[in-house]
């Protein structure tokens, strides 16, 4: 069961929509812990679980032979050549907490290739969307849309990069170590708290470059495509693609430069 790339595209916005009103609409009070994953810290609640099914049965209701890739189900095949890797939440802390960035991301893979993703940042009204060389876009609460370009030209010294620490305590002490080699060459850091966010805020210029060790396909599947659609770079250390080892995005320049600060700092070291 084939199908356009805008038709994907359209049914991932209307499914991360649905699944981002429902995770306001019907987050309880008392929101607890499901379980955790990899560590006490790393927590899947139960409206993680619920937004993912209903991501996954309203994209089987339109199209039953696709296969699927999500943070809380795993993997599951199909038979159209069309794969789904979701992230129901991304930025689960933040949604425990109440903080505001958290994101539902979906994308469409066809052919091993992200062809279309969506991230919906709902508490904020945002969804940010791209189709494989259509560029990337913003669409706002009031229905506006923007198309996004990475900043460009900005040199290492003067860079705000976003970043992202795990849950294992080794991991984030290493992290902290890379943290402080990056620091003092760069304008400053922000930590959002979703990979997912901060590869659209790459995209949007809200940041400059964005780097982390730890993201899983689902967290920057979607969030990858609309970066490099808005004219970024994004890639992991010494030519190899984005991946849980290290992922990097940036502007145009500033992805040589990040990269060559980073490689020396061992940041897939555990």
Known sequence: MGGSVH???????????????MLID?????????????SPTDVVTEMDQAAERLIIDRIRA?????????????????SSGVRWIIDPIDGTVNYLYGLP???????????????????????????YTAARGEGAYLVH?????????????????????????GYLPQRRAHQAEVLCGVLPRIRDIRRGGSA???????????????????????????GALIAREAGGTVGGL??????????????????GPLHDLLAPLDPERD
């Open 7 to 21: 038709d994907l595209l359209e049914l991932a916005i209307s499914t991360a929509d649905a699944a981002g009103v």
């Open 26 to 38: 019907k987050r309880p009070a008392d929101l607890g812990v499901a379980h955790t994953k990899s």
């Open 62 to 78: 339109s199209r039953p032979g696709d296969a699927f890739l999500g943070e809380e189900g795993g993997e599951t095949g199909g």
């Open 101 to 127: 960035d958290w994101a539902v991301s979906i994308a469409a893979e066809v052919g091993g290739e992200v062809v279309a993703g969506v991230v919906a940042v709902p508490v904020r009204g945002e969804l």
């Open 141 to 165: 609460r009031d229905g506006s849309t923007e198309k996004l370009r990475c900043n460009a030209g900005v040199p290492l010294e003067r860079a705000l990069v976003a970043t992202g620490f």
């Open 196 to 222: 997912a966010i901060d590869l659209c805020s790459v995209a949007a210029g809200r940041v400059d470059a964005y780097y982390e060790r730890g993201p899983h396909e689902w967290d920057f599947a979607a």
């Open 238 to 255: 010494h030519g190899r693609p984005p991946s849980v080892e290290l992922t990097i995005a940036a502007g145009p320049g500033l992805f």
